[in-house]
């Protein structure tokens, strides 16, 4: 994996965070909630991972990797704890979480901590994720969602499993993540402004590259 990590003394766990999504594009809405995952669950680290290929999602309406994973880069450089990896970007096959998950443990071995950071909404189809038994018990999840997220939408589907599956799962209200990707990708087609929502360098990376423009306009 391309990136250095601390190294912690012997019998130290390392506590990671994958911060897992599209990031199509990444907002700050994005950042707010690592930076805030990182401080309530003591992360000694958070890995950016954008999604190569979403494994749920019709390829022609994702922005092709490369961008999404240099506007992210872009984005987290400045922050030391917080860093990126093309893993999934780089690989040939969709992007499972749970090979992802289980790459890092392969790496590490016993002495990682591990949570995937991500939507709640997200999260609330993970029972047709790959393997997702497997991969709730190798990592916690942290289920970020807007102020008032009802509980009541994940017991729903969950069904039965509920309480099994929230022995994994710790929900994380983030204001800031009433900013969204896809309001971002709106505005842009509609030539409104998206200062602030995002950080300037990828506003810029945005405009220069012509992203999210309608091809009409093109
Ligand atoms: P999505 O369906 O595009 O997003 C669902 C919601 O979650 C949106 O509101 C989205 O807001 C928000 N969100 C996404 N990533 C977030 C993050 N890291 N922090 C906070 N909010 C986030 O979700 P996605 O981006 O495609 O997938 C999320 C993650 O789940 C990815 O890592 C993906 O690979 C994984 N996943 C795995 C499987 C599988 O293994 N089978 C299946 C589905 C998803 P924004 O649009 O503003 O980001």
Not at 141 to 166: C, Q, W
Not at 191 to 201: E, N
Not at 204 to 213: M, S, T, V
Request: some cysteine; charged content about 25%; hydrophobic content about 40%.
């Amino acid at each position: 994996m391309s990136f250095l990590l601390p190294k912690k003394n012997v019998g130290e766990k390392l506590r990671l965070g994958i911060m897992g999504g599209t990031f199509d594009p990444i907002h700050m809405g994005h950042l707010v909630t690592a930076e805030e995952a990182c401080q309530q669950f003591n992360l000694d680290h958070v890995v950016f991972m954008p999604s190569g290929e979403p494994p749920h999602k019709d390829k022609r309406n994702v922005t092709d990797a490369e961008h999404r994973y240099l506007m992210t880069m872009l984005a987290v450089v400045a922050n030391p704890k917080f860093t990126i990896s093309r893993l999934e970007i780089e690989s040939k096959h969709p992007s499972y979480t749970v090979d992802t998950v289980r790459r890092f443990h392969e790496i590490y071995g016993e002495s990682l901590t591990l949570y995937f950071i991500t939507g709640a909404d997200a999260i609330i189809d993970i029972m047709t994720w790959k393997d997702y038994r497997e991969l709730l018990e190798l990592c916690s999840f942290i289920a970020t969602s807007r102020p008032g997220y009802s509980l009541h939408k994940l017991r729903e589907v969950f069904g039965d499993s509920f309480e099994v599956i929230m022995r994994h799962v710790h929900l994380l209200e983030v204001p800031a993540m009433a900013i969204s990707s896809t309001e971002i990708r709106r505005r842009v087609a509609a030539g409104k402004t998206i200062r602030y929502l995002t950080p300037d360098p990828v506003e810029q990376y945005i405009h220069k590259n012509r992203l999210y423009i309608p091809r009409s306009l093109d």
